[in-house]
């Protein structure tokens, strides 16, 4: 019998951040969470320059980054060095992460409980990262991945409010 689970229809991914240098640092694009239960900001560098590179999570109001500000502290998985191991471990709840000045390719992953992480109540349902200023050397990007509160053939964009 066939699997009935597809990760781009059941899990869809969204570009956040394309991939870059990170010298100056950047912002990424605002995503809707309006119709997510939950979602991971995946944050990614491939660090070529000791210098450190941070990733805050930022949330704002609408698509257009309407009184951006930062999220609640929440749950990181991380792993600092992905050529050694493909097996990270939880950091303490945070609202930003800093990552080691190591020369290695690094993933941060964000776990977002709307309702936890971002200020509903005063209608903030989008999300986004920032990056620290660091060097030319250092490559960053971020996608996030969500659970749709309603599974649909067509799911809204998060693109739009």
């Not at 394309?18 to 990424?28: E, H, K, L, N, V």
């Not at 620290?132 to 969500?146: E, G, Q, R």
Request: a neutral charge.
């Amino acid at each position: 019998m066939a699997r009935q689970y597809s990760v781009p229809e059941q899990i869809p991914f969204v570009e956040v951040l394309p991939i870059a240098t990170d010298a100056a640092g950047r912002t990424g694009s605002y995503i809707s969470l309006k119709n997510a239960l939950k979602a991971w900001l995946v944050c990614e560098v491939n660090q070529g320059n000791a210098a450190q590179v941070t990733f805050t999570p930022l949330q704002a109001q609408d698509v257009a980054g309407t009184g951006s500000k930062a999220i609640a502290a929440t749950r990181i998985h991380v792993n600092q060095d992905r050529a050694a191991s493909d097996i990270g471990a939880w950091q303490a709840a945070a609202a930003a992460l800093q990552l080691s000045a190591t020369l290695k390719s690094k993933i941060a992953i964000f776990e977002i409980v709307p309702e936890q992480v971002l200020d509903v109540t005063n209608g903030f349902r989008t999300l986004t990262v920032q990056t620290s200023a660091s060097n030319a050397a250092n490559i960053t990007k971020a996608m996030l991945v969500y659970l749709p509160a309603y599974m649909q053939a067509a799911p809204p964009s998060t693109l739009i409010n």
